[in-house]
């Protein structure tokens, strides 16, 4: 084992004996690149299959997807799928760590673009990689580039595939575009029998190559004029499903020889990420790293919410990114509550600006034609934020001390925490702050409870849709269970439906009381200040709910 420190934080690199060969231990990897021989991996053959017909259909195409999604993964693993065959030669380039300089002028670009490329090939074809060099100090021009590319496919004579890692680096760039229409000219082209180019190129990045023109020119009817509109569609899911997930605990379970319900955790993980395969990751590094038990060999079924947990409270560069594009655009964000907090039903359109931009952050996904937070991970993170931003701008503290709230047993008492918050809301807000209660008092609410059950307890919460938008909270504390229903009046039969519906849901967790706190903004028969306890017969079972009025 070696221990290394950088920045006061300890790294741990463990290693094993193989054969009588010390080897790096193979770890869960959030960071760069996943290596089949060194991480723990999903099983992505199916999709790199789906990719392989692309290539070999000689398409252009670009993976376009969001931070920390598995693109540079993808391209690896596809790079050496490739490799196993003769006929292809790979040119997998990235513009990360390139600099600026580069694109600020048609020479330096071209040449670099060649030093680029030679320098991918040089442990494949020494000579070849000799041969670019030689030829760069006659490139200048994109023309100049384009007729190499030419002479270069004859030389080859192989498939030659292009790949382009972080396009993103250069997209603001006119001469990247122009780049672009020289391939795209040389596609064409070649289709004609005219030219010789390369057999396929894949470019990858966040935004798709459609998008660029946006970022250069501001009017409107260049939006999508693109140099790119030969791409064919990419229609690869890259996100992990179930079964792909327990895949990758396969590989964990046989090699480190640890014990768990691959049912259950891979159910899980799908659950609370919907395949985000960094949030994916993540949870199993934590899992395996900070929480099962050293010397231990078995994942117990409570470290999946524990990890959940810890995932919530951690920074990282992930959320950083999520939390950065929603400040950064208003109508995003005006958005993003309107689905998380209010409930909103918003129709997927790839037409609307503001959902494409969210879909292209990794924020929302289509889901059967809705627009949907991408995943559970996400809106827990987005409701701790926006709830933080209600709590620091609020006095609350006088009202939540959390020993008022906890009984002798360690538990906690939910019907008290209801009744200080209605306390709270009678005393701190008057009529003129009701059009913000409207707006945020189920944000306000989450601020109130949030001092309370951290640190010990966990809260899920989660938006029912319909046309009482329902705000469930599913808390655990000191190993037991609560469900709570935040909602707005919406009249008497509205109230009973949800009062059943309160009921059948807690009959699914096993539980016989449940709570409801109901905001009632109505100008008369206001009930604020009502308590009440209400029985709901849910299959010849009595639930009993306890109501509290705002």
Excluded at 479 to 486: R, S, V
């Amino acid at each position: 084992m070696l221990i290394f420190m950088f920045k006061e934080k300890r790294v741990v690199v463990k290693y094993k004996l193989i054969r009588g060969v010390r080897v790096m231990e193979k770890r869960f990897n959030v960071t760069g690149t996943c290596i089949p021989e060194k991480h723990y991996m999903v099983d992505i053959s199916d999709k790199i299959k789906k990719i392989m017909n692309l290539v070999e259909n000689e398409e252009y195409f670009v993976i376009n997807r969001p931070r920390q999604y598995g693109k540079t993964t993808t391209l690896y693993m596809l790079e050496r799928e490739l490799n196993k065959n003769e006929e292809y030669l790979v040119c997998s380039i990235s513009f990360e760590g390139v600099g600026d300089l580069i694109f600020e002028e048609e020479q330096r670009f071209t040449k670099g673009f060649l030093g680029l490329i030679g320098r991918s090939i040089l442990l494949q074809d020494e000579k070849l990689a000799e041969y670019i060099e030689g030829e760069k100090s006659k490139v200048e021009t994109m023309d100049d580039l384009s007729y190499f590319i030419t002479k270069f496919m004859k030389k080859v004579n192989k498939k030659v595939v292009l790949m382009v890692d972080e396009v993103d680096k250069s997209s603001n760039n006119q001469l990247f575009l122009s780049f672009l229409g020289m391939l795209r000219n040389k596609y064409l082209l070649r289709n004609a029998g005219k030219d010789k180019t390369f057999h396929s190129v894949i470019l990858a990045g966040v935004h798709d190559v459609k998008s660029l023109k946006l970022k250069i020119r501001s009017d409107e009817e260049h939006k999508y004029n693109s140099p790119w509109n030969i791409a064919s569609d990419f229609d690869v899911d890259m996100s992990f499903s179930k079964e792909e997930i327990g895949t990758m605990l396969d590989d964990y379970m046989k090699d480190k020889g640890v014990r768990l319900d691959k049912e259950y955790f891979s159910e899980r993980l799908q659950f609370y990420t919907s395949g985000y395969p960094f949030l994916v990751s993540k949870l199993c590094k934590i899992i395996d790293e900070k929480i099962m038990i050293e010397g231990s060999f078995k994942w117990e079924k409570e470290y999946m919410g524990m990890a959940v947990k810890k995932i919530l409270i951690e920074s990282n560069t992930n959320f950083e990114s999520l939390i950065k594009n929603i400040e950064n655009n208003s109508k995003l964000k005006e958005m993003v509550k309107d689905l998380i907090i209010d409930g909103s039903k918003i129709t997927y359109n790839e037409d609307n600006f503001i959902i494409m931009m969210g879909i292209t952050y990794g924020i929302f996904k289509n889901k059967q034609g809705q627009l949907k937070i991408h995943n559970r991970i996400y809106e827990q993170r987005i409701y701790n934020y926006m709830s933080s931003l209600i709590e620091t701008s609020t006095d609350v503290g006088f009202y939540n001390e959390r020993s008022n709230f906890i009984n002798k047993d360690g538990d906690i008492d939910i019907t008290k925490i209801l009744l200080k918050f209605q306390q709270f809301m009678k005393h701190e807000y008057s009529e003129k702050r009701k059009a913000f209660l409207e707006a945020d008092g189920r944000l306000l609410f989450l601020a109130f409870i949030s001092p309370i059950i951290n640190g010990t307890g966990f809260a899920f919460k989660e938006v029912q849709g319909g046309e009482e938008k329902r705000f469930d909270i599913v808390i655990t504390y000191n190993k037991k269970m609560y469900i709570l229903e935040l909602k707005r009046w919406h009249g008497q039969e509205y109230h009973k439906k949800g009062l059943l519906q309160l009921g059948e849901y807690l009959e699914q967790y096993g539980l016989s009381e449940g709570y409801l706190l109901i905001f009632d903004f109505r100008e008369s028969k206001n009930e604020a200040g009502k308590v009440d306890e209400v029985n709901v017969n849910v299959e010849n079972k009595v639930k009993k709910i306890v109501e509290v009025y705002c």
